[in-house]
């Protein structure tokens, strides 16, 4: 029996569950896990066996992605492919000698004629067979290429209208998962029914690699969560709806979930949280979430959750205001979460996740106030509008002394505009954190760059005899002066991840203009590395530490 504990001071949170009311008005939740842990890894883990037959009629297709190598002036083709054409008496490289000039990595072509089992058949470029790991790019092409192959053919047929998507996974079926799903999603959440897009049913073609093929599925109906939790606007959004989604989904698979209110934040003295959140009437939370996979010491997530910011008194332009929701970062973690937990991996998380808006009123945080944070620096407010800082020094303060992690990971945009679309910021102050993150972003495909965290940064957010901390500095380097400013609510080995240049698109499989969900992949990827390798060094010490019979 998992028992989950809430200190709300909202009812709206828990519409759909038995409460019962205490003096403090604390709210307690009793509820049993048991059946729904399976039935959300179900859920999660759900394919199609059998591949429909194709009844062409609209709205209601079968479509197949295959893909095909370049080798200079001609095509080879993958297995599945190679499958297709013999069935189809060699239709596939009759086509092929038609696009031979137009068809590149990247690009898909839709043909209708080929078998009878399918409608419409996208022809996917996967580049040059097995280019492996580019050391200059710092990426595994050969992963990466499938991503591409697969997303640019679901898209396609997608448009097509298709129901069904049966999918070459060409030897990489969780890559291939990935990427079929990231594309395939769409944020249609205020649609029309006549006008909403119809979900499509993606499945391998074929039964081998099946497993790698679920395994990748959770990373990208994770990830799709982050972008459905992004996209979100902020009056359908709100940090109690926010709350309210991750309890609804994160519960059923064994994540403890606490939420509290604006009175614990008042006890627990979090002023930069609170000064963030004094101008709007949507009262802020303090989110808490717990992945046990594991009994050593955990790693702490933490994230900015602004469910929308308006910069405060150094308000933002009316171009910049739409969309202006800082909550990505939030969304990544909790999508970190939800991976962990659906995959079971065995590893000890906690997160922690300030929640609030920030608006414009007699009440809201002013340029040049200065705030206690929770280990005793003074931060002096200079930016309205670099308001992350201070939600995330609190947040990291108490996570690290209530739960003493072993590595502490924070996910944030401490900047308006980041470096590049390409890849997120990081800084650290751990050689192998390092590694291991840029390792895992290369095979996810979604890489991460390190950014200088020097001692001239850290100058810069000091310089002011009166007081400790800036939270805007000199100089004109945003994003690193605020990993420096965090680095003072931080000891032990620490990684920050900046989403302020990856929160919309990137990628062949990831649309434009919408959230990206990123990098959450990467991160969720990184600790699954870790944990496994850790739980191989432990069995590696028992067996060590066993003696051996004379």
Same mark, same amino acid.
């Given at each position: 029996?998992?028992?989950?504990?809430?200190?709300?001071?909202?009812?709206?949170?828990?519409?759909?569950?038995?409460?019962?009311?205490? +003096?403090?008005?604390?709210?307690?939740?009793?509820?049993?896990?048991?059946?729904?842990?399976?039935?959300?890894?179900?859920?999660?883990?759900?394919?199609?066996?059998?591949?429909?037959?194709?009844?062409?009629?609209?709205?209601?297709?079968?479509?197949?992605?295959?893909?095909?190598?370049?080798?200079?002036?001609?095509?080879?083709?993958?297995?599945?492919?190679?499958?297709? +054409?013999?069935?189809?008496?060699?239709?596939?490289?009759?086509?092929?000698?038609?696009?031979?000039?137009?068809?590149?990595?990247?690009?898909?072509?839709?043909?209708?004629?080929?078998?009878?089992?399918?409608?419409?058949?996208?022809?996917?470029?996967?580049?040059?067979?097995?280019?492996?790991? +580019?050391?200059?790019?710092?990426?595994?092409?050969?992963? $990466?290429?499938?991503?591409?192959? /697969?997303?640019?053919?679901?898209?396609?047929?997608?448009?097509?209208?298709?129901?069904?998507?049966?999918?070459?996974?060409?030897?990489?079926?969780?890559?291939?998962?990935?990427?079929?799903?990231?594309?395939?999603?769409?944020?249609?959440?205020?649609?029309?029914?006549?006008?909403?897009?119809?979900? /499509?049913?993606?499945?391998?073609?074929?039964?081998?690699?099946? $497993?790698?093929?679920?395994?990748?599925?959770?990373?990208?109906?994770?990830?799709?969560?982050?972008?459905?939790?992004?996209?979100?606007?902020?009056?359908?959004?709100?940090?109690?709806?926010?709350?309210?989604?991750?309890?609804?989904?994160?519960?059923?698979?064994?994540?403890?979930?606490?939420?509290?209110?604006?009175?614990?934040?008042?006890?627990?003295?979090?002023?930069?949280?609170?000064?963030?959140?004094?101008?709007?009437?949507?009262?802020?939370?303090?989110?808490?979430?717990?992945?046990?996979?594991?009994?050593?010491?955990?790693?702490?997530?933490?994230?900015?959750?602004?469910?929308?910011?308006?910069?405060?008194?150094?308000?933002?332009?009316?171009?910049?205001?739409?969309?202006?929701?800082?909550?990505?970062?939030?969304?990544?973690?909790?999508?970190?979460?939800?991976?962990?937990?659906?995959?079971?991996?065995?590893?000890? /998380?906690?997160?922690?996740?300030?929640?609030?808006?920030?608006?414009?009123?007699?009440?809201?945080?002013?340029?040049?106030?200065?705030?206690?944070?929770?280990?005793?620096?003074?931060?002096?407010?200079?930016?309205?509008?670099?308001?992350?800082?201070?939600?995330?020094?609190?947040?990291?303060?108490?996570?690290?002394?209530?739960?003493?992690?072993?590595?502490?990971?924070?996910?944030?945009?401490?900047?308006?505009?980041?470096?590049?679309?390409?890849?997120?910021? /990081?800084?650290?102050?751990?050689?192998?954190?390092?590694?291991?993150?840029?390792?895992?972003?290369?095979?996810?495909?979604?890489?991460?760059?390190?950014?200088?965290?020097?001692?001239?940064?850290?100058?810069?957010?000091?310089?002011?005899?009166?007081?400790?901390?800036?939270?805007?500095?000199?100089?004109?380097?945003?994003?690193?002066?605020?990993?420096?400013?965090?680095?003072?609510?931080?000891?032990?080995?620490?990684?920050?991840?900046?989403?302020?240049?990856?929160?919309?698109?990137?990628?062949?499989?990831?649309?434009?203009?919408?959230?990206?969900?990123?990098?959450?992949?990467?991160?969720?990827?990184?600790?699954?590395?870790?944990?496994?390798?850790?739980?191989?060094?432990?069995?590696?010490?028992?067996?060590?530490?066993?003696?051996?019979?004379?």
């Amino acid at each position: 029996m998992f028992v989950f504990f809430f200190i709300m001071g909202y009812t709206k949170l828990f519409s759909s569950i038995n409460l019962w009311r205490v +003096n403090s008005g604390r709210l307690f939740r009793y509820c049993s896990s048991v059946g729904s842990t399976s039935e959300c890894k179900a859920t999660a883990e759900k394919r199609t066996k059998n591949e429909a037959q194709d009844t062409n009629t609209e709205g209601n297709k079968s479509g197949l992605v295959i893909g095909v190598y370049e080798d200079k002036d001609k095509f080879e083709l993958t297995p599945v492919a190679e499958e297709i +054409n013999q069935r189809s008496g060699g239709k596939i490289c009759g086509y092929l000698n038609e696009l031979s000039c137009q068809l590149k990595l990247g690009k898909a072509f839709v043909v209708t004629d080929v078998v009878p089992e399918f409608g419409p058949v996208a022809i996917s470029s996967l580049g040059k067979k097995n280019p492996g790991y +580019n050391t200059l790019e710092e990426l595994d092409e050969t992963r $990466e290429n499938v991503r591409v192959m /697969v997303g640019a053919g679901v898209r396609a047929l997608c448009e097509r209208g298709c129901a069904r998507v049966s999918v070459c996974a060409a030897g990489v079926p969780d890559a291939a998962a990935e990427a079929a799903h990231l594309a395939a999603w769409r944020f249609d959440e205020f649609k029309s029914s006549t006008d909403r897009h119809q979900e /499509v049913q993606l499945s391998l073609h074929g039964s081998e690699g099946q $497993e790698e093929w679920d395994t990748g599925v959770v990373y990208g109906q994770s990830q799709n969560w982050a972008r459905y939790l992004t996209d979100m606007p902020p009056n359908k959004m709100t940090p109690v709806d926010f709350a309210q989604t991750a309890l609804d989904t994160l519960c059923p698979l064994g994540v403890h979930v606490t939420a509290h209110e604006r009175s614990w934040l008042e006890a627990q003295r979090m002023r930069g949280v609170l000064a963030v959140a004094a101008g709007s009437c949507e009262a802020p939370l303090f989110l808490e979430c717990t992945w046990r996979g594991a009994d050593n010491p955990p790693v702490l997530l933490a994230a900015d959750g602004l469910t929308f910011d308006c910069g405060g008194l150094c308000l933002r332009s009316a171009r910049d205001m739409h969309g202006a929701r800082s909550v990505a970062g939030a969304a990544v973690v909790l999508a970190v979460i939800r991976t962990l937990a659906i995959l079971k991996v065995p590893i000890h /998380v906690r997160a922690v996740i300030p929640l609030c808006e920030q608006l414009v009123s007699g009440h809201c945080l002013k340029p040049g106030d200065v705030l206690p944070a929770l280990n005793g620096l003074h931060m002096q407010v200079e930016d309205t509008d670099l308001e992350s800082q201070l939600l995330l020094a609190d947040a990291l303060v108490y996570g690290q002394a209530m739960y003493k992690p072993s590595l502490v990971i924070d996910v944030a945009s401490l900047a308006p505009v980041g470096a590049s679309c390409a890849c997120a910021c /990081v800084f650290t102050n751990s050689e192998h954190v390092c590694r291991g993150a840029r390792d895992a972003g290369a095979r996810t495909g979604d890489r991460l760059w390190r950014l200088p965290l020097w001692d001239y940064y850290r100058r810069q957010v000091r310089d002011d005899p009166s007081v400790d901390l800036r939270n805007k500095g000199s100089g004109t380097a945003t994003i690193c002066k605020g990993a420096a400013f965090l680095k003072h609510f931080v000891c032990g080995e620490w990684l920050h991840v900046d989403t302020s240049g990856v929160r919309a698109g990137g990628a062949v499989y990831l649309r434009a203009g919408r959230a990206a969900g990123r990098p959450a992949r990467t991160i969720a990827a990184f600790l699954t590395d870790a944990a496994l390798a850790d739980k191989t060094d432990t069995h590696t010490d028992s067996h060590a530490d066993t003696p051996r019979n004379s």
